[in-house]
């Protein structure tokens, strides 16, 4: 199962956090970091509402670009 995954540069290096599953937010030196400790703190609170028999929490979130044009 995929999530958007949302990294912000915070004063103390780079947050990670998922806004589909808000329980997990992460914050590490850099990017690579961040990933990884978010995919292991995401799967271990999956791990966690599967043992109690709760449903996966659905995906709803949507990210995408908008192009902002500066007008004349």
């Known amino acids: ?3 958007i995954v949302i990294l912000e540069a915070s004063f ?3 947050t990670a956090y998922s806004p589909d599953i808000p329980a997990c937010t992460v914050t ?5 970091e961040a990933k990884e ?3 292991k703190e ?4 999956l791990r966690a509402q599967k043992a109690k028999g709760a449903a996966m929490p659905p ?3 949507k990210a995408e670009y908008i192009e902002i044009l500066e007008e004349d």
């Open 1 to 3: 199962m995929q999530y």
């Open 37 to 39: 400790a978010l995919t």
């Open 59 to 61: 995906r709803y979130c």
């Open 12 to 14: 103390k290096g780079i």
């Open 42 to 45: 995401l799967r271990k609170y």
């Open 28 to 32: 590490c030196l850099n990017e690579k």
